[in-house]
Structure formats: structure tokens, C-alpha cells
């Protein structure tokens, strides 16, 4: 006769999610200028609890601001007639993630609270012309890097397409840790997909 040992463990839930964030806008009496961002973020999480996980996730952003424009610089002979600046960031986060469904609810909203380390690198270009001969000379304007302990807080609406697969849609903020009067200028939307095995 087979031995009964009593409820059968929990079978532990895994989750990956993938989102891409992108936009553009463009402005200046002839369009000329612009400003593109775009942004790919990957999660893990480990659920410990039926609603409850342990998160891990990483995002990369990138923000080009191009500006062309014909500006004479004072007393020399050389114009200002273009002007970029890139902006990468790279988040690297670790925390609680929350969900108010259970795993096999349709519409599933989550929220997610933790720890971040942020990596911001800023670098710009000009681009000058020598108004005398029309030779265009190309100068870095120097580049900086800093890194920022943070705190990452995100809400994320999930909807079951099939199976295991959803459909994602969340807001994100990463801001400097103890300044959360910052967290409404660091938002992020973006869409995006995600697995649970």
C-alpha cells in the first residue's frame, strides 16, 4: 500500500518579461530638430509566495537630442551649425515584486519596489563650419560618466494572451536614492511581453 506524505510542495513560478519604449519628437521652424528615446528592459522573478517574488531586471536607454541650426560664433570666423547630444543609462535593479491576481488570472496589475544602481553616460558633438573656406570640422565636446545609487519603482498591467504568455503594459521611475520628490521626472511607459514557467 503506498504511502501518503501529505500535501504535495508548491511548484515555484518563474516569470521573464521583455519591454521596448520608443519615441520621437521633432520641433524647430523647419523641423530640424529633434529628440529620439528608446529603451529595452528584461525581467526575472522568482515567486515565493503564490502573489509574492524576489525581481531582478536590467533596462539600457539612449536619448539623442540633434539640433541644426547656423549660429555665428562671435569675433571668429566659424558658425555653429549642428549640435548632438547622446544620453545612455544603464539600470541594473533588484527587489519585491507584488502582484494582486493570482497566476492564472486573466488581467493581472503588479507593483514593484527595490534597490537600483544606475549608470549614466552624457557625451556631445558640434559641428562648426569655417565660414572663409566652407571647411566643417566635427569636435567632442567631452564626455562624463557617473554612477548612482537608486531606488527603482514600477506598476505593470498584465493581460493573458495564451497559455503562459502575457501582454504587458507598465510605468517605471529610477531616481536618486532618498529623493523620491524626483520619482514623477525619471518616467518610463513602455510595452512589452512576458512568461511565466
Known amino acids: 500500500m503506498p504511502q501518503v506524505y501529505g500535501k504535495s510542495r508548491r ?101 514593484s519596489l527595490g534597490y537600483a544602481k544606475q549608470f549614466i553616460k552624457d557625451k556631445s558633438t558640434i559641428t562648426l563650419r569655417n565660414n572663409t573656406n566652407g571647411a566643417v570640422t566635427t569636435v567632442n565636446n567631452g564626455s562624463s560618466q557617473k554612477r548612482t545609487d537608486s531606488v527603482f519603482g514600477s506598476f505593470a498591467l498584465q493581460f493573458r494572451l495564451m497559455g503562459s504568455f502575457f501582454l504587458k503594459g507598465s510605468v517605471k521611475t529610477v531616481f536618486p536614492a532618498f529623493k523620491t520628490n524626483l520619482a514623477k521626472d525619471y518616467l518610463t511607459y513602455s510595452a512589452g511581453f512576458s512568461w511565466m514557467f
Open 11 to 111: 511548484r515555484v513560478v518563474n516569470e521573464l518579461g521583455f519591454d521596448f519604449n520608443y519615441s520621437k519628437q521633432v520641433y524647430g521652424s523647419v523641423r530640424q530638430n529633434s529628440v529620439r528615446k528608446r529603451t529595452y528592459s528584461g525581467s526575472y522573478a522568482l515567486y515565493f509566495l503564490s502573489t509574492t517574488a524576489l525581481e531582478l531586471n536590467y533596462s539600457y536607454g539612449e536619448e539623442v537630442t540633434t539640433e541644426n541650426h547656423d549660429l555665428q560664433i562671435e569675433d571668429t570666423d566659424y558658425s555653429i551649425i549642428g549640435f548632438q547630444n547622446v544620453v545612455e543609462s544603464e539600470v541594473f535593479g533588484i527587489g519585491i515584486r507584488q502582484a494582486f491576481a493570482g497566476p492564472k488570472s486573466r488581467l493581472k496589475p503588479m507593483i
